[in-house]
């Protein structure tokens, strides 16, 4: 357990320091402006948004919409190319150590409650949400739905993204005084799920992640062909279940260490009392279980 809690405090540091690097504009949050550098250009590979006074970068999900919603439309190589070079490096890597809003979600998830909640009823049908609003309102509302000079709209950047409202509409509106004379039903629609968001965050772990999340969903579908893979060693593991046990994204890591929910925080490696899940790109057999003559053998020729 102590283990477990050191990894979490690694990549809690891992999480920050990404964070802080692609959110560094300082002038951006001191003036209230939007960084629009020659850095916009490129994608960030976690949800961060570009309308973040300190982001340097833009969001995949955030450019896929406003490539797929241009009036010139034309398939975006730049953002599908990226978004699977980067799923099928390390799949949903990412969101466990690279995305500031799975960052937000893992601190507020620290904060005590009476009763946290791992599963509950319908908790695996609400995850295939994510995979809906990701065809719903990133690709087919702002392909089909267009205005009048033809340009689709963001529709969930728009109408969902927590995130955003985080992370760029509430800096912005703070800082602005002619944006808080304007600010309407949309934004207080966009601070009632950014609400929600933040509360069930602190009961569930990731409620974001694991259910509404577009990103997530893409990275996901790479996860179980990803070079960066977990892998468990069947002649190493006793099936003590404390790794199912430890899992906040409730995935069974011994039956499918690579399932399409796992971000790859890596607790069930550090909690396994045999060593028998191991990861990266390579993955070689635990050397820690001494006890398996199988194991033994196989150490032998490392």
């Given at each position: 357990m102590a283990k477990a809690k050191n990894n979490n405090k690694v990549r809690l540091s891992v999480q920050a320091v990404w964070a802080a690097v692609t959110n560094s504009?300082?002038?951006g949050f001191i003036q209230g402006k939007i960084y629009k550098g020659?850095?916009?250009?490129?994608?960030?590979?976690?949800?961060?948004?570009?309308?973040?006074?300190?982001?340097?970068?833009?969001?995949?999900?955030?450019a896929l919409q406003s490539v797929l919603g241009s009036r010139g439309f034309k398939f975006a190589f730049y953002i599908v190319g990226f978004l699977m070079l980067v799923g099928a490096i390390c799949g949903r890597f990412i969101c466990g150590f690279?995305?500031?809003?799975?960052?937000i979600q893992d601190l507020l998830h620290k904060i005590p409650f009476p009763?946290?909640?791992?599963?509950?009823?319908?908790?695996?049908?609400?995850?295939?949400?994510?995979?809906?609003?990701?065809?719903?309102?990133?690709?087919?509302?702002?392909?089909?739905?267009v205005d009048i000079s033809g340009n689709g709209t963001p529709y969930f950047c728009k109408l969902i993204c927590p995130a955003g409202t985080l992370e760029g509409g509430i800096p912005l509106v703070i800082m602005d005084k002619m944006l808080q004379?304007?600010?309407?039903?949309?934004?207080?629609?966009?601070?009632v799920i950014l609400g929600i968001i933040i509360f069930l965050s602190i009961i569930i772990y990731r409620p974001f992640c694991k259910y509404i999340c577009p990103l997530g969903a893409i990275y996901s579908i790479f996860n179980p062909i990803s070079?960066?893979?977990?892998?468990?060693?069947?002649?190493?593991?006793?099936?003590?279940?404390?790794?199912?046990?430890?899992?906040?994204m409730g995935i069974k890591p011994n039956i499918n260490p690579n399932a399409l929910e796992c971000i790859r925080c890596g607790d069930c490696k550090?909690?396994?009392?045999?060593?028998?899940?191991?990861?990266?790109?390579?993955?070689?057999?635990?050397?820690?279980?001494?006890?398996?003559?199988?194991?033994?053998?196989?150490?032998?020729?490392?």
């Open positions: 504009y300082v002038i020659s850095l916009k250009n490129l994608c960030v590979p976690g949800l961060n948004c570009y309308s973040c006074p300190g982001a340097l970068g833009s969001c995949p999900i955030g690279l995305c500031p809003f799975g960052l009763k946290k909640i791992k599963m509950f009823k319908g908790d695996k049908l609400l995850r295939i949400l994510k995979y809906i609003i990701l065809l719903v309102f990133v690709i087919i509302l702002p392909m089909f739905f004379s304007i600010i309407g039903f949309l934004y207080t629609w966009k601070l070079f960066y893979r977990y892998k468990v060693d069947k002649n190493a593991c006793i099936n003590c279940g404390k790794c199912s046990e430890n899992c906040k550090k909690i396994c009392p045999t060593g028998a899940i191991t990861s990266g790109f390579k993955n070689k057999p635990s050397c820690k279980n001494k006890d398996v003559k199988h194991e033994k053998d196989k150490c032998g020729k490392l």
